[in-house]
């Protein structure tokens, strides 16, 4: 081989060296066609993750629910219920819509502190059907500091003594464990360090959850509040799922973290639905 040609391959295979070191240091991005308006650092570990969702209120307006499913969303959370007289407009718009796209999804209640908490899980129950194909109830647990009719921080173990009461009569009436949804300063105020029978949906999007929710492991990551995903106008949550496709599977078949399966199976949940 001519010495110019020598050093001309050799560039060539230092070059291709360096992008198979660069593709296998970047985390592939199971979704292209979603973004983020405001992307953080902190939350870069989220496009390895192979199952991706999202989550809707009114606030979307008219979803195209078979474009958000071409787009690669694999599962949504939809606002249903707050309080114990509130039903959010477009869920049932939603929850049928989603249904049709062939998109997995779940209904979630918005807590309210100024309401008792058995009138909020027959509210939700009485609104949200109970259909085998469905995700587990989800209850979504902050403080509900942007509310004109209920301020109030209630006492820990108030609020304590409310979720329980809550997730009993999902947990009964649905016969799915529940998923907790929580932010950092709820979390830190009135669940840590709290055990429940429930699956938990994290926020955090500046940081992965591990970073900001002490022994707390999640299956459901929100990550930002500004994605980008088509069938949806304007900003949407993104979420994630912690596992693999395969666990995603296994989720979906038994409404349970694959992780706690051992534990519940033994109490009659967590089996395959067979739907």
Known sequence: MPFASARAFARLAALALGLAVASCSIAPDFYPAKGD??????????????????????????????RVRQAGTRFAFIKATEGGDHLDPKFRENWEGARRA????????????????????????????????????????????????CTRRVPREEALEKTRIILAMLHRHYGRLPIIYTDINFHRDVLQGE????????????????????????????????????????????????????????????DCDPRDRPRFEALGYCRDKGV
Do not use: K
């Open 195 to 254: 055990h429940f029978d429930a699956t938990f949906w994290l926020r955090s999007v500046a940081a992965e959850p591990h970073e900001r929710y002490r022994d707390r492991r999640w299956t459901f990551w929100q990550w930002t509040q500004t994605g980008t995903v088509p069938g949806v106008r304007g900003e949407v949550d993104r979420n994630a799922f912690y596992g693999s496709q395969r666990e995603w599977e296994q989720f979906l078949a038994s």
């Open 102 to 149: 062939g998109v997995p999804r779940g209904a979630y209640h918005f807590i309210f502190w100024c309401r008792p908490a058995h009138e909020q899980a027959q509210w939700f129950i009485d609104n949200v059907p109970n259909e085998p194909d469905m995700l587990p109830p989800v209850l979504d647990m902050e403080w509900n500091n942007h509310s004109r009719l």
């Open 37 to 66: 308006n405001d992307p953080h650092p902190g939350v870069r570990r989220v496009h390895s993750l192979p199952v991706h969702g999202i989550d809707v209120s009114r606030w979307q307006g008219d979803v195209d629910w078979h």
